[in-house]
């Protein structure tokens, strides 16, 4: 069964910074179109950044271009959420995701349906 872990998420000042961290196993990694995915109460889950299956192509919400960084690691199956100037509406439930399928290039999977997998979250508060 594959898993995928999350880890990193915790409580920062305004400003502040975290790097989550996304374990894959049971899972061809290098094969799969990953994403961070980010919900708070009330709401849809909501896109935040994607990357390609060699990490040479990243994708980023607009609230979190220039400030949040995908990377993966295929040798060690983990990707990578590096969040700089975090601000309190970046406070959410950030989970990973995993998605077979091939887009087109140049384009990405901003859809929480386009995945086939999904970690369990890890929760990310931003203080003010």
């Known amino acids: 069964q594959v898993q995928l872990v999350e880890s990193g998420g915790g409580l920062v000042q305004a400003g502040g910074s975290l790097r989550l961290s996304c374990a894959a196993s049971r899972l061809t990694f290098s094969g799969y179109f990953m994403g961070w995915f980010r919900q708070t109460p009330g709401k849809e889950r909501e896109f935040v950044a994607a990357?390609?299956?060699?990490?040479?192509?990243?994708y980023y919400a607009d609230s979190v271009k220039g400030r949040f960084t995908a990377s993966r690691d295929n040798a060690e199956n983990t990707v990578s959420l590096q969040m700089n100037s975090l601000k309190p509406e970046d406070t959410a439930v950030y989970y990973c995701?995993?998605?077979?399928?091939?887009?087109?290039?140049?384009?990405?999977?901003?859809?929480?349906?386009?995945?086939?997998?999904w970690g369990q979250g890890t929760q990310v508060t931003v203080s003010s």
């Open positions: 995701a995993a998605s077979a399928r091939r887009p087109r290039v140049g384009e990405h999977l901003p859809r929480d349906s386009d995945y086939d997998y």
């Open positions: 990357i390609s299956w060699t990490g040479s192509n990243t």
